[in-house]
């Protein structure tokens, strides 16, 4: 970290240039600087990814319902209201 410190405009320079940079403190890893579209990649995977579960869990509550004898829209309508109160 000191070092980090001391050098803090080559290792912004290194990072613009796409190579993410780790610090460490005492030989542990403590953080890791990214350039912004590293970054912002990395945010659209956690956010594809929490899609995907949330369209899974739709599919299994749908598959339950209708399992129960119920309609199915039932989960449309709460998947609406939940978006308009959001």
Request: proline content about 1%.
């Given at each position: 970290?000191?070092?980090?410190?001391?050098?803090l405009?080559?290792?912004?320079?290194?990072?613009?240039?796409?190579?993410p940079?780790?610090?460490?403190?005492?030989?542990?890893?403590?953080?890791?600087?990214?350039?912004?579209?590293?970054?912002?990649?990395?945010?659209?995977?956690?956010?594809r990814?929490?899609?995907?579960?949330?369209?899974?869990?739709?599919?299994?509550?749908?598959?339950?319902?209708?399992?129960?004898?119920?309609?199915?829209?039932?989960?449309?309508?709460?998947?609406?209201?939940?978006?308009?109160?959001?």
């Open positions: 970290m000191e070092e980090a410190r001391i050098r405009g080559q290792l912004a320079d290194e990072v613009g240039e796409g190579e940079v780790v610090l460490t403190r005492r030989g542990r890893v403590v953080a890791v600087l990214l350039s912004p579209s590293e970054y912002d990649r990395l945010l659209e995977g956690d956010r990814l929490a899609r995907q579960e949330l369209e899974e869990r739709l599919s299994r509550a749908r598959e339950a319902v209708a399992a129960a004898g119920l309609d199915v829209s039932l989960v449309e309508d709460a998947v609406k209201a939940a978006r308009r109160s959001g």
